[in-house]
């Protein structure tokens, strides 16, 4: 792992900038969509772990998806998406792909967080401390991907944590284990990458014209997630930002401007002091 | 980490200056630790859920479970679960969970709490009266010996030991109404597999999956129902295999498939049929496999008349019975033609491949199995399910072969006119299955098959819930054979049922038509004693000359020094059938007042049996009905909530039935022994004690043994003696004096004279001196040791898993591998080698078990007059069966035919195209008020009930729903019946999507949720067009998610082999909004019969 704390460096090691300074290889999660059989053992060994309470009963008429979305009370939630496709003998394809916190490497909801709830772990993942956090909620909208969400009854903010307990102890996230298919892959980041760029090829080769990775990239919009996707169409069929932008990324710029701004107007009035001295 | 207190200064003074990091972790955090390590335990078990049979890791802290998730050391799963697997915790845990007795008085509203042992000796008392009341020595001048006023449904759900002790000590009482939900899932696939092949269970390993170059999911929605088994064909698929899914439903099994192939529901044997000609007339068979192997060169019965020249009907068939006579089916006598002593008749078994001194079978005198002499009370007796783990009688011990293929009477001329108008359009034509896919798939099927390549099929209840159940197995196993695909690794049919150990309650079975390991349930016609009964089943040589020493085994397991030569072994302790017993005869039988006790336990009828209305109507009717389960389940409940009292049909205060509700143990809280779809015995480690009065059924039944027992103490009373005389002497532990599992699972394994355990049923003896409780799982106790408790990690050896758990027959993976090697005994290829002939060692070797005797060379030739296993040639690799080949053509055993030939379902929208002749003319039917049916095909009033309904379950969730409608976890992933429909039909219904639907059968009419989609589509059959539905049937009035049971609709409709009901594919009419109330409801399904001009005759004819 990068001992050099560059820009380049804090980019693929996060978990170094945040000051582990001896720390395991980032991990992360490889789901690949194309063997998703839509089980949702996921979803069900996520909230069994991590004591999720079930949130309701409620038949959306959405394909099987009545989990809806990623939330407080879903830190897994697998998309079932029905559409028209002309290239097959059926006419329409039925996609299924497990989604989750991206764990992202440049994280906007650890940004904002005004109470040190949200802390980045030795793992590279993004962690909301459940004994820290006010509810305060400013991380929900900084989420570019819409995955942290307030408990109603409870008030804090919940998502999924990569299962930091397991971690720890050398154990894998609870829906990586239990799915049945191999469809979530959990690992060294770098290995994860490495794996998917091939199983990727294979696919293209095998004629998926539309698979591609999505947030694998380091030089996406949040810095590479630490859990990507193997999709095999556009992201926006599986309900995913195509092209999401960490939303603290300006806060840089936009504190210089304001400081800019700021001197400006602080010469500004001071100079008209001057001038009426004249 | 730092040690500084606060973040801030952790932050200034720390290696974090961003204070996003190690600064901001909370104390909570830095200490977090998962309760998988600090667990004071880890207990090994296996998921109660379906039957693949998944490895669970059970940590335990202080005393209580607080973890469940996959064991990653198992060869089956490693590691993985599905959402249910992965809902244990909730399921074992969880506040659904009943821990006290309930009671419900005669004619009460309410249920009252009632204390464990005063339950039990109610119920103690209740069977005695109701026993005495209705004990029957003689039936039409026979000696019976038994009662028709008890009856006990379940089994599936539970252990090998409890399935064994129900039987055991209900027999003993003289209790035939045994069932489980075996009847009801995979019956027919005992009957359809046996006769094929010798043996009744899938004939493979899931994960020899991994090897299959094609594989071909018909009759099963394998991702779904499955999901943690669909990993070795995700895993085939990764290595290039195509993966082919011929269903009426697009599942989430379709949309992982290269090819799916839409068919009309109940039309599958006309769809292989169509492969099976394709594979002749393209030359695509595996010609050496098929001239060697099977009984293809075997010349047939001059007087045999195909389905061709009978408009769809064999020879032999008595209109006025709606019988055949098998006569005309039988094997042409040969030359050598003698009683006994010809190759022909032998069938060779070993158990553990170390004994030279291996059985064989002969079943030369036609056996005591059915026979073309038989009765309608044998025939009606199940005996096609007695194959189980050994083949058919045939007639001719030395039948005439001509292995040119060419003689018109040899089996594969028969064969091939038979399927010859099973042609690409005549399949269009028949199961809407477009040519140009159908041809694909026939492509890719053959393409895959042959010395260098196999395709394996997995099938389900898909296939084995129909009136020709057996003969859709018939089908895929005529297929496989021609394709050369048994036997071999990446080929087989893989037979995937649905409950954790639904095959070992067929293996010790509570089944009314079988005993332990297969052997026959006496019948009261043909077997009066025990040399009847062995001289009707066994015969002079081969492996089932040693019946005799499986059933004196089991009787000595049973009476113990009771039992002795002089007394017959206590034979006539058996009590005998007299006809149908089965469940929906059962529930008849209840209806009119014979049957007056019931047990349920761990299965509900009321939601997951065909026709739930009759269930009910049956249960109240009883005096007593004891259900043991989770939660209070529907069929606990029936009396004061069930739909009957909604429509007015029943008023709880008049029903007398008193009911008593005994909250069970879970898995984690019992040991014993699941055996799983391929066979394999896996042992479960109990973690905790049941809290409250929930315990296991081998309590129950112990104590309840042992209180009966004590009751009737002294007794002298005839009646009384196989119950005082048998061995019922189990060792307790724990604070709940729970019977010893492992003493129950020694038993079934045996032991001889000096009380040592037996290693393999090559050393039973007829003398008495050994005693077994189930024949073919002697060996699961070898040496003293739980072999079915073992646990050698997957990665530690080949891909088989040998030494995970124990598998029947005699630790065998892959049945009837012989058949992986040449005549000459090597591998038909390197690619699929499994085991070979070991010249300079004289033995077979491979990576499995053989399946053969273990130093029988492969240029062996029987003399003329060969005896035992020496009756069968070195190149007979099926050795379960009379002549030792594979039956392409089933002579004997099976009552509806020795070909697979396409009938309409017993409700079709269509006539039959292929022949005059509509349905399966066996077929059998409750004629009754309660279970109508509705027109079929071009008769007036079909167009009433115009579309065709087939059901499936969910991943989320799990048969009837006692195990996950009552789960938070699985509630919410699915929380409502739907009803999936084409937009096509919902536009000309006009449904809306999410919105209600009316679903009506000639039976009953139930409410759905819309579910509109692209993934049901109408097909053009024969020029018209039919839509389909699909339903899921997990769901009741009961628990957590609600809605109606899609059985309410099905009909007690039967393959008369085995009475499996046909559950998939039926005529409703659908309509829009939700279903009437009250009254209203039956006046509706009145008016769709009245409309339809159904009456209690409408269907009945031949």
Redesign the interface.
């Known amino acids: 792992m990068a001992a050099d704390l560059g820009v380049e460096g804090a980019t693929h090691d996060?978990?170094a900038?945040?000051?582990?300074?001896e720390h395991p290889p980032r991990m992360g999660f490889f789901t690949d969509t194309s063997?998703c059989?839509?089980?949702?053992?996921c979803?069900?060994?996520c909230?069994?772990?991590n004591h999720v309470p079930?949130?309701?009963?409620?038949?959306?008429?959405m394909?099987?998806d009545?989990?809806v979305g990623l939330g407080a009370d879903s830190w897994r939630h697998v998309a079932f998406v029905?559409r028209?496709e002309t290239g097959n003998?059926?006419?329409?394809?039925?996609?299924?792909s497990s989604d989750v916190c991206k764990h992202c490497t440049e994280a906007a909801c650890?940004?904002v967080?005004p109470t040190?709830?949200?802390?980045?772990?030795?793992f590279g993942s993004v962690?909301v401390?459940?004994?820290?956090c006010n509810g305060c909620g400013y991380c929900v909208p900084a989420c570019p991907y819409g995955v942290l969400d307030k408990r109603e009854d409870d008030g804090r903010i919940f998502k999924c944590t990569l299962?930091?307990?397991?971690l720890?102890?050398g154990?894998e996230p609870?829906c990586a284990?239990?799915?049945?298919?191999?469809s979530i892959q959990f690992g060294p980041l770098d290995e994860l990458r490495e794996r998917a760029q091939g199983k990727l090829e294979q696919l293209v080769e095998a004629g998926y014209g539309d698979a591609r990775l999505y947030g694998e990239s380091p030089d996406d919009g949040v810095g590479g997630a630490g859990a990507f996707f193997l999709l095999l169409d556009e992201p926006e069929v599986y309900g995913l930002p195509p092209d999401p932008v960490v939303t603290t990324r300006q806060l840089g710029e936009m504190w210089r401007c304001a400081g800019l701004a700021a001197a400006a107007l602080v010469a500004a009035v001071g100079g008209a002091f001057v001038g009426a001295r004249r | 980490m730092t040690d500084l207190a606060w973040p801030v200064l952790r932050q200034l003074f720390g290696p974090d200056k961003t204070g996003r990091g190690v600064a901001a972790a909370s104390k909570r955090s830095q200490s977090l630790l998962a309760r998988t390590a600090t667990a004071d335990k880890v207990v090994k078990s296996v998921c109660p859920y379906c039957g693949v049979g998944c490895g669970q890791s059970v940590y335990v802290k202080d005393g209580e479970v607080v973890q469940i998730e996959g064991d990653p050391d198992s060869a089956v799963s490693r590691g993985r679960l599905c959402p249910k697997g992965s809902a244990t915790l909730q399921l074992t845990t969880g506040e659904a969970r009943l821990h006290g007795v309930l009671y419900r008085p005669p004619y009460s509203s309410e249920w009252e709490s009632l204390d464990l042992d005063t339950a039990m000796d109610m119920i103690a008392d209740r069977v005695i009266a109701t026993r005495r009341e209705t004990f029957e020595w003689e039936h039409e001048g026979e000696r019976t010996r038994r009662t028709m006023g008890i009856a006990h449904l379940g089994g599936a759900t539970l252990d090998n030991e409890e399935n064994y002790l129900i039987k055991k000590l209900w027999t003993a009482l003289g209790i035939v109404q045994i069932e489980n939900q075996a009847r009801v899932c995979h019956s027919s696939t005992v009957a359809g597999l046996g006769t094929s092949f010798g043996r009744g269970g899938a004939t493979t390993c899931m994960q020899d999956l991994q090897n299959s170059d094609c594989i071909v999911v018909e009759g099963s929605n394998f991702a779904e129902a499955h999901p943690v088994g669909f990993q070795w064909v995700m895993e085939a698929r990764a290595r290039g295999a195509k993966l082919i899914h011929v269903d009426p439903h697009y599942s989430r099994t379709s949309a992982l498939a290269d090819l799916f192939v839409p068919i009309r529901a109940g039309t599958d044997i006309a769809f292989l049929g169509g492969v099976i000609n394709f594979a002749i007339e393209h030359d695509k068979w595996f010609h050496d496999y098929v001239v060697r192997y099977t009984n293809a060169a075997t010349i047939i019965e001059e007087d045999f008349v195909d389905t061709e020249d009978l408009a769809g009907m064999f020879s032999g068939y008595n209109v006025d019975e709606r019988k055949y006579d098998f006569q005309t089916w039988q094997y042409e006598a040969g030359g050598m033609n003698a009683p006994s002593g010809s190759r022909a008749a032998g069938t060779v078994q070993h158990a553990d491949g170390s004994d030279d001194d291996a059985e064989s079978a002969d079943d030369a005198d036609g056996s005591g199995r059915v026979n073309e002499r038989s009765s309608d009370a044998v025939r009606s007796a199940g005996r096609a399910e007695s194959h189980g783990s050994g083949g058919a009688a045939i007639s001719s011990t030395d039948p005439e072969r001509d292995e040119t293929l060419q003689h018109p009477r040899c089996v594969f001329q028969i064969l091939r006119r038979h399927y010859s108008r099973y042609t690409p359009e005549m399949v269009e034509r028949v199961c809407g299955t477009p040519q140009d896919v159908f041809l694909e798939a026939c492509r890719l099927i053959t393409d895959n098959s042959g010395r260098d390549r196999t395709t394996s099929f997995a099938y389900a209840v898909g296939w084995t819930q129909h009136t020709v159940g057996a003969q859709y197995i018939r089908a895929a196993c005529v297929l496989q054979l021609l394709l050369g695909n048994i036997g071999r690794p990446g080929g087989g049919i893989q037979a995937l049922r649905g409950h954790a150990s639904i095959q070992g309650s067929s293996d010790i079975p509570t089944l009314f038509n079988l005993l332990p390991g297969y052997l026959a349930m006496p019948h009261a016609e043909e077997h009066h004693n025990l040399d009847e009964f062995v001289e009707a089943d066994a015969h002079d040589k081969g492996f089932w000359a040693n019946m005799r020493s499986y059933m004196v085994s089991l009787l000595k397991a049973w009476w113990g020094p009771n039992a002795t030569v002089d007394n017959d072994f206590c034979f006539d302790y058996l009590p005998r059938l007299t006809g149908d017993h089965s469940t929906y005869q059962t529930v008849v039988d209840q209806i009119e007042g014979r049957c007056k006790g019931y047990f349920v336990m761990g299965e509900n009828p009321a939601v997951g049996s065909a026709n739930t209305r009759m269930q009910r109507l049956g249960m109240a009717n009883l005096d007593w009905l004891v259900v043991r389960d989770f939660s209070l389940i529907e069929t606990a409940t029936w009396w004061k909530d069930g739909p009957e009292i909604d429509t007015g049909e029943l008023v709880t205060g008049d029903i007398r039935t008193e009911v008593f509700f005994m909250p069970a143990a879970s898995h984690t809280e019992k040991d014993g022994t699941f055996t799983n779809t391929n066979r394999l015995l896996q042992w479960h480690h109990a973690a905790k004690e049941p809290d409250g009065d929930a315990r296991s059924e081998l309590w129950f039944m112990y104590h309840l043994g042992r209180r009966i027992r004590e009751k009737l103490a002294g007794s002298t009373d005839p009646m009384d003696t196989p119950l005082l005389d048998l061995t019922w002497d189990y060792p307790v532990e724990g604070s709940h004096d729970e019977p010893s599992a492992d003493c129950v699972l020694a038993e079934i394994n045996g032991f001889d004279a000096e009380g040592e355990p037996l290693s393999a049923y090559t050393e039973l003896k007829e003398d008495g001196s050994t005693a077994c409780g189930c024949w073919i799982y002697c060996g699961v106790y070898a040496d003293g040791v739980n072999q079915a408790a073992r646990r050698e990690p997957w990665r530690n050896q080949n891909w088989l898993g040998g030494k995970w758990g124990w598998a029947w027959p005699a630790d065998r993976r892959i049945l009837y591998n012989r058949a992986s090697a040449d005549p000459d005994g090597k591998p038909w290829s390197d690619r699929k080698a499994l085991v070979w002939w070991d010249q300079d060692a004289g033995k077979w070797d491979g990576h499995d078990v053989p399946d053969f005797v273990p130093d029988k060379s492969p240029d062996y030739e029987p003399d003329d007059d060969a005896e035992g296993p020496d009756g069968l040639a070195g190149d007979d690799p099926f050795i379960m069966q009379a002549d030792g080949k594979g039956w392409l053509y089933v002579p004997s055993g099976l009552l509806d035919g020795p070909l697979p030939t396409h009938y309409e379902p017993q409700e079709s929208p269509v006539d039959n195209a292929l022949y005059r002749q509509q349905s399966s003319p066996s077929r059998k039917l409750t004629k009754h008020r309660d279970n109508q049916f509705s027109p079929s095909g071009s008769q007036p009033g079909a167009e009433v009930y115009p579309y065709v309904l087939t059901t499936y379950r969910l991943t989320e969730h799990f048969t009837a729903g006692g195990m996950s409608r009552w789960q938070p976890y699985l509630a919410e992933l699915q929380p409502e019946l739907f009803c999936e429909v084409s937009p096509e039909l919902a536009q000309e219904r006009g449904l809306e999507h999410n919105g209600w639907v009316t679903v009506i059968s000639a039976r009953y009419a139930i409410e759905a949720r819309v579910h509109v989609t692209d993934r049901m589509s109408p097909l053009l059959v024969d020029g018209k067009v039919v839509h389909q539905v699909g339903m899921p049937f997990h769901w009741g009035p009961n628990g957590y998610a609600k809605g109606d049971a899609v059985n309410e609709l099905v009909a007690m409709a039967m393959d008369p082999n085995v009475h499996i009901q046909e559950d998939k594919a039926l005529l409703v009419d659908v309509q829009p909004g939700r279903r009437p109330r009250g009254p209203a409801l039956l006046e509706l399904v009145d008016a769709h019969r009245r409309r339809a001009g159904v009456t209690v005759e409408t269907g009945h004819q031949i």
């Open positions: 996060p978990a900038v945040s000051g582990w300074l063997v059989i839509g089980c949702k053992a979803e069900v060994a909230k069994e772990w079930e949130d309701g009963l409620n038949l959306t008429g394909s099987f009545n989990t029905e028209p003998d059926e006419g329409f394809r039925w996609l299924m650890l940004d967080c040190g709830a949200i802390f980045r772990t030795e962690v401390q459940d004994d820290i299962c930091y307990d397991r720890a102890v154990q609870a284990k239990a799915c049945p298919t191999d």
